[in-house]
């Protein structure tokens, strides 16, 4: 008995710790950089008591990571890119031409499915990812398959 509710009691733990720290996650995403910057001078300096210079040198090393984020990003991106349009065009290479012109209707749709949000097919199909994130969380993107845009890196899911 005693093991049981302690292990409930654990569960319920780590599920509120990931909730709270997929909350402050989504909090951030889309935020306007200088007011994440600004967010985070706010929090170290409760902590840490900065002096004012320490303050305009932690929003500039924030600034210059950021920038360096995005750089990092973009260059992912275009890696993606690459690699997925190689694989469409292995893919490709083996297929029939009815076989191809199938393939290529497939993506399409699928490529519509993504503007309108859907990312995915939530009711089976090739692929039930929502996108990307951090590898081996239910829900949270990682490596688990074919996602809604046809291509390795994301997950399936619920």
Request: aromatic share 6%; no cysteine.
């Amino acid at each position: 008995m005693k093991k049981t509710a302690l292990m409930i009691l654990v569960a319920i733990l780590a599920t509120t710790t990931v909730t709270a720290q997929d909350k402050e996650q989504r909090e951030h995403r889309g935020q306007d950089p200088a007011k994440f910057i600004e967010k985070q001078v706010k929090r170290m300096d409760k902590k840490l008591q900065l002096t004012d210079e320490q303050k305009e040198q932690l929003k500039e090393f924030y600034g210059e990571f950021g920038k360096a984020q995005q750089a990092r990003m973009e260059q992912m991106r275009q890696m993606e890119k690459r690699d997925r349009e190689a694989l469409n065009g292995k893919i490709k290479s083996i297929l029939t031409d009815e076989q191809k012109a199938k393939y290529d209707e497939m993506k399409e749709k699928e490529k519509e499915m993504w503007k309108e949000g859907r990312g995915d097919f939530k009711k089976g199909g090739f692929g039930q990812g929502r996108g990307h994130g951090r590898p081996g969380r239910m829900g949270q993107g990682g490596h688990r398959g074919f996602g809604g845009n046809g291509d390795f890196g994301t997950e399936m899911s619920d």
